[in-house]
């Protein structure tokens, strides 16, 4: 079967490590193991030594079951090769300790999270870290002042939604000799691969779309064969590999990626239609709407718009509250990506730590909703939100 025609994705992932074992499973059984039994010394001595290639120790990265995982996560991405971690924090800070030790420039807002990493770890480390919250071509320029640095980028942004142009920012990254490293966890890799658009790095939260049913954590990090290697021996030695277990959960959660990202696209395509202009909702933020800043530029470098947006309720933080409080269908959580549709509030969850001058510099207003678009039916998440908004502002149909 060929596998590198552009609109081969799907089957990839389905078919990429297709396992013979002699019973006729199409799937690897989980290799529940830390340890590998040598029949003599002789034999281990060649592995540890590297003359032979083998099995060790799981914490290594040695683990069948994880690196059937790993070719399928370079598969997502059409990455040479594919790392996975325990959570998408693990692969960010491994990724940050191997290629951003000459200095991290951070374009637009980045998760809070890796912000915290950068701040309250990297920098007191003697990391020189810079956040350009408005960057162009020229900020970027004038902030990578060496050679080896790392720019680091998120696109579509928490909870703006704003689009960075990757292809800019490769551009300048690769003028001055820097790396580029794009977490991609709120577009997936079925809406948007960097890689093809020039980035160097490409990191998840596999906790998000990639597991995509809210019952797993982990992280991924996709790139070239020399560049995961580095990010490799970090891991190792930072002792940041997933289970065994959760890298076969996760596995299994691949191969229905591409149809449950297509649903959420199309699903967040409704309510953000649904949304757009409803009394009551001063303004929907979502890359697929013509409205949007970014939209041109979305359509550019992503393949679909995504299940995350972010309704900005007229009336502010309170009038926000009493919307998120009347959800039904909807949960009241952090998170996004799974298979259930989400609510939260920045102001008051993950960006409520920033403070109100940090927020109005990033355009997060108080009475912003955040939601992560699940899989139930369209109709269901609309008439949950309408009946929700009506209510807040005391237009709803009273109870019977
Ligand atoms: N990157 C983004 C964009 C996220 O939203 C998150 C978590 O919310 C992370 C990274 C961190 O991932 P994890 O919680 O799996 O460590």
Request: glycine share 14%; charged share 10%.
């Given at each position: 079967m060929s596998t590198d025609k552009p609109n081969a994705q799907a089957t990839r992932i389905i078919h990429n490590r297709r396992h013979r074992?002699?019973?006729?499973?199409?799937y690897s059984p989980v290799y529940n193991t830390t340890t590998y039994r040598f029949p003599d010394t002789g034999a281990q001595r060649e592995v540890i030594e590297g003359r032979k290639p083998g099995y060790l120790y799981?914490?290594?990265?040695?683990?069948p079951t994880i690196q059937e995982l790993e070719q399928g996560l370079a598969a997502l991405e059409q990455a040479e090769a594919g790392l996975a971690f325990a959570s998408g924090m693990a692969a960010i800070s491994a990724t940050i300790l191997a290629h951003g030790r000459q200095g991290v420039v951070c374009v637009g807002d980045i998760y809070g999270g890796t912000q915290e990493l950068l701040v309250n770890h990297c920098q007191p480390l003697g990391i020189p870290v810079t956040f350009?919250?408005?960057?162009n071509e020229e900020t970027l320029e004038a902030s990578?002042?060496?050679?080896g640095m790392l720019v680091f980028c998120e696109t579509?942004?928490?909870?703006?939604?704003a689009i960075t142009d990757l292809r800019a920012m490769a551009r300048v990254a690769q003028k001055h000799s820097a790396l580029l490293a794009v977490d991609n966890t709120f577009a997936s890799p079925i809406n948007q691969r960097p890689l093809e658009l020039g980035a160097d790095l490409v990191v998840h939260s596999a906790t998000k779309y990639l597991g995509g049913h809210s019952d797993l954590t982990a992280g991924a990090l996709m790139a070239s064969a020399p560049l995961t290697d580095t990010v490799a021996a970090w891991r190792k030695s930072l002792g940041q590999l997933l289970s065994p277990e959760t890298a076969a959960m996760l596995s299994r959660s691949l191969r229905t990626l591409p149809v449950r990202i297509r649903q959420h696209n199309e699903n967040a395509m409704a309510v953000a239609r649904a949304m757009?202009?409803?009394?009551?909702?001063a303004r929907v933020l979502y890359p697929?709407?013509?409205?949007?800043?970014g939209h041109n530029l979305a359509g550019e470098q992503m393949s679909g718009f995504g299940g995350m947006m972010t309704i900005e309720i007229a009336g502010g933080g309170q009038m926000a509250t009493a919307v998120a409080d009347n959800?039904?269908?909807?949960?009241?959580a952090t998170s996004l990506g799974g298979v259930e549709s989400l609510v939260s509030q920045p102001s008051l969850t993950?960006?409520?730590?920033?403070?109100q001058e940090a927020r109005e510099v990033r355009g997060i207003s108080d009475g912003m909703l955040r939601l992560s678009i699940g899989l139930e039916d369209s109709t269901d998440l609309i008439a949950d939100l309408t009946q929700a908004i009506d209510k807040a502002r005391g237009t709803g149909k009273p109870h019977s």
């Open positions: 074992d002699g019973f006729g499973s199409p799981t914490r290594w990265g040695t683990n350009l919250l408005q960057a990578l002042t060496r050679p579509p942004a928490n909870p703006t939604l757009d202009g409803y009394p009551g909702v697929g709407l013509p409205s949007f800043p959800l039904q269908v909807f949960l009241l993950s960006h409520h730590a920033i403070g």
